[in-house]
């Protein structure tokens, strides 16, 4: 047995058969002490916590689907090293060795910002309910990302390539057509209603994103940010697509019958498979997959590209057209022009220069 006294306090016994063991809970309860962490809660494990944290603090505030980001994160990055840990025994040192080893495995930076961004919230809260006295995360620092590679972005002979081999190998073709006349994200086009589609003023309205939760399965999730909400003008091309995606959709149930059997609350998507019911992340990936090797096939050097290049090809060509940066924030959905920005400063040269070229006049 062990006891530990500090500034005329004395600290519950310590008792153990062996030594080392007592010695070590001991030289835990004497940091936690002098640095202000002990409490009679001391037991609880960073598993145990962060289930509370989340369904009876965190999880009230967020949407289902940032709510298993959360989880998912959780599982995979923090869990496997500080999961077992009691919540006061976590020092700031453990949490930045914890940011430096995911930097070291080439996490990127928002990636990493994000588990600070969990943590820092679960400590804030012990805090809050008298659990821990300081917040370990506060001072730790996320490391800075790596130089990365240039962003893929389809040249405009590699876009007319990839346009003519979806339409001949894709099912879903009109899926990836729709996402180089929009800038659409993946699951902003595989959630669009026929209620988004105003072919009159010729308008699409971003209402939401298709999601899967395990255990909940598909939903249409609305945007998280008032921007994601946002309205699209068809262009000639998205006007012609969504037509005969309308057209085609129709003859499609009159040919399934009593197979068409949408899920609940998805009856109205504008892209589905043969049964009436959402195309899957997966299948669209897959299709990516397959149009690409027949690319390669015919000996067309194209690059692995994923989905979400199309939407910054789109954004390219725009920009290129001489679109302004503002607008362009708006059509994609962008929280703020910096953001723009940032993403598409490679097009912003060649487009300063065009423009300017418009003040030759002047000086004539």
């Known amino acids: 047995m062990a006891r530990f006294q500090y500034e005329g306090e004395l600290y519950p016994p310590i008792y153990d058969r062996d030594l080392k063991v007592v010695e070590k809970k001991l030289n835990d309860l004497r940091y936690e002490v002098t640095h202000q962490m002990y409490t009679k809660n001391s037991k609880i494990t960073l598993d ?59 996490y990127s930076e928002g990636s990493i910002k994000l588990v600070g961004v969990i943590l820092y919230g679960m400590f804030k809260q012990a805090m809050k309910t008298g659990i821990i006295s300081k917040n370990p995360a506060a001072m730790a620092t996320i490391p800075k990302a790596k130089e990365r590679g240039e962003r893929v972005v389809l040249t405009r002979d590699e876009q007319k390539q990839f346009q003519t081999y979806a339409k001949q190998y894709s ?8 996402a180089l006349c929009t800038g659409m994200r993946n699951g902003e086009i595989r959630g669009l209603s026929w209620s988004d589609i105003d072919f009159e003023k010729r308008i699409i309205h971003v209402t939401g994103t298709l999601k899967y939760i395990k255990g909940i399965g598909y939903y249409k999730e609305t945007p998280k940010t008032k ?3 946002r309205d699209i003008p068809m262009l000639g091309i998205s006007y012609e697509l969504l037509e005969q995606q309308k057209k085609e ?25 043969e049964n009436g019911r959402f195309i899957s992340r ?27 290049t199309l939407r910054h090809t789109f954004a390219t060509r725009g920009l290129e057209q001489g679109i302004s940066l503002k607008i362009m924030q708006t059509i994609l959905g962008h929280t703020t022009l910096a953001m723009t920005s940032d993403l598409y400063s490679h097009v912003l040269p060649t487009t300063k220069a065009k423009e300017l070229e418009k003040m030759e006049a002047v000086f004539k």
């Open 282 to 308: 997966e299948k669209v990936t897959s299709e990516l997959k397959i149009i690409l090797k027949k690319m390669r096939d015919d000996h067309i050097n194209i690059p692995d590209f994923t989905f979400h």
């Open 249 to 273: 959709q129709e003859k499609q149930k009159q040919l399934a019958g009593q197979w068409w059997q949408p899920l609940k609350g998805l009856d109205d998507l504008v892209f589905t498979m």
């Open 227 to 229: 921007t994601s909400k």
């Open 48 to 106: 145990q916590w962060f289930e509370v944290w989340l369904k009876e603090y965190r999880g009230i505030r967020i949407k289902r689907g940032t709510q298993e980001v959360y989880r998912n994160t959780y599982q995979a990055r923090i869990k496997p090293v500080l999961g077992k840990k009691r919540i006061t025994s976590i020092r700031m040192e453990q949490i930045q060795k914890l940011y430096n080893a995911l930097a070291e495995k080439n």
């Open 171 to 178: 099912q879903h073709h009109k899926v990836f057509l729709l």
